[in-house]
């Protein structure tokens, strides 16, 4: 009788796709350090659609960034590999024969994230030299008016009220907005002192910004790495800086992220003029949302890299200025308010079929707690982009575990090497990654694994997703 009732559930199993998991995902999941963790993993066979592994995969979980999987996927869908934002270098008014203009300098952004950035920088090079020039070419000697940084034909910075104060003051937390520049960067130097809890000296920031002021409580300490926060409001200046930075060092950097990223533009370019002989009676500012522009005249336009060059940037070394933009270009292209990614890209992914039970989007970068999604959204992504005309260019911007990106530092001298290519994310108590899997039994994989409240250091868990990627790529 009892073999019988096993026969009659393992044939229930099969006919209602229930999915006996493999040892190897039991012991990931029954790992000491998880025992008070959740999880969503879930693989499929991307040839077959047979489910490889499916533990809770209708647990929502914070996803952290392989969040970012839902715009970069959803912004190459909707617009053309070869699409570029720009960026226009106009002026208002008249120039006289003798040289002045008698008007404004606009720098009219239409939502361009790498505008300067470092990581583009062959790309933009000497671009505002390159503009003071392009000024020098019709005449203009002396301007009579301000240099406005506008950023209304795309979005204004609006700081999401999700987002952790801890969070958004600091590099990593800048919003979408229509002008950007230098990836909306500052940074600070530091002299630390020789002993644990000796105070530290703030030596400068670079670019020096007008208006900025810092109070200072970062510490020294033997610990390692940069564990100092900014702390400051989106509409100040005055910004306080604390925890601590590592001992006996005589200029530890840190960045910041600036505030008014259209005046910040404005204050680089008049400073450039300035430097170039041109005089200038007014100030550097920022359009106010009230304010309306007048005719403008364009000296200049500039674009950006391919959008397809932006969205490997972002998924290989996980930027969230670039994926917030990223979710805002979708959100113009479905004509949602452009400060409304979040509900853009889950209304473009139901469009293709994803159930979204369970699935809350507070941004497009993943950096809000609050977001929730579980491991079937993110395998319906990536399976979607596998029978999309833009797979190769989507697969070529996720990380390739063990050589590039984020996950050049998982699994260098094992099987899982150079066989998976995925998108991961990481918060406290937050592990997630998704992507394609190339198994020894020659299997092509998509799969999604998310791990909330873990109870252990960052060496361990690294060590244990090694471990699963290894055995997934040996086994499955």
């Known amino acids: 009788m009892k073999i019988l009732f096993i026969t009659i559930f393992v044939f229930a199993c099969i006919a209602y796709g229930v999915t006996q998991n493999p040892v190897f995902v039991e012991d990931f999941v029954n790992q000491s350090h998880f025992e008070n963790a959740s999880f969503s993993i879930y693989a499929i066979d991307l040839e077959t659609n047979d489910t490889l592994i499916s533990y809770d995969i209708g647990r929502s979980l914070a996803p952290a960034s392989v969040q970012k999987l839902f715009a970069t996927a959803a912004a190459i869908e909707l617009y053309k590999h070869e699409y570029r934002f720009k960026t226009e270098l106009t002026y208002s008014g008249t120039i006289t024969t003798n040289g002045i203009l008698d008007g404004d300098i606009y720098i009219i952004g239409y939502g361009d994230p790498t505008l300067g950035s470092s990581r583009f920088q062959n790309h933009y090079s000497n671009y505002l030299e390159h503009w003071v020039e392009k000024m020098k070419s019709l005449g203009i000697k002396q301007i009579n008016g301000n240099i406005i940084g506008d950023p209304s034909e795309f979005c204004y910075p609006e700081i999401n009220d999700k987002w952790l104060w801890e969070d958004i003051a600091n590099h990593y937390a ?35 910004i007008e208006g900025y002021s810092f109070t200072n409580y970062v510490t020294s300490s033997a610990k390692g790495g940069d564990q100092a926060y900014i702390f400051g409001g989106p509409e100040s200046n005055n910004r306080i800086i604390k925890g601590t930075l590592p001992w006996n060092n005589k200029s530890f950097k840190i960045k910041g992220i600036v505030a008014n990223p259209p005046l910040f533009a404005a204050q680089l370019l008049k400073k450039d003029i300035e430097n170039a002989g041109i005089k200038i009676s007014g100030k550097a500012k920022s359009k106010a949302k009230e304010d309306i522009r007048p005719n403008v005249t364009v000296i200049n336009t500039l674009y950006s890299p391919q959008l397809k060059d932006i969205i490997i940037l972002t998924n290989m070394w996980s930027v969230n200025l670039y994926a917030e933009h990223l979710g805002a270009l979708c959100s113009r292209f479905r004509k949602n308010n452009l400060n409304d990614a979040p509900n853009a890209l ?95 039994s020659g299997k092509n994989i998509a799969f999604a694994i998310i791990v909330n409240n873990y109870d252990c250091n960052d060496y361990i868990i690294k060590d244990s997703f090694e471990s699963f990627f290894n055995t997934m790529i040996e086994t499955l």
């Open 346 to 440: 889950k209304e473009f992914w139901i469009s293709k079929g994803m159930n979204s039970k369970g699935l809350v989007l507070e941004d497009a970068c993943g950096l809000s707690h609050f977001n929730t999604i579980n491991s079937s959204h993110l395998v319906f992504i990536l399976k979607y982009m596998y029978n999309s005309d833009n797979f190769e260019v989507f697969k070529s911007s996720l990380p390739v575990v063990g050589i590039s990106g984020t996950l050049q530092w998982y699994c260098r001298r094992s099987s899982a090497k150079s066989n998976i290519w995925a998108k991961g994310g990481s918060m406290k108590r937050v592990r997630s990654f998704a992507g394609y899997a190339s198994s020894n």
């Open 174 to 208: 800048s919003p979408a907005c229509g002008l950007c520049i230098n990836d909306n960067i500052y940074s600070l130097y530091f002299k630390t002192g020789n002993t644990e809890g000796a105070p530290t000296e703030l030596l400068r920031m670079e670019p020096a």
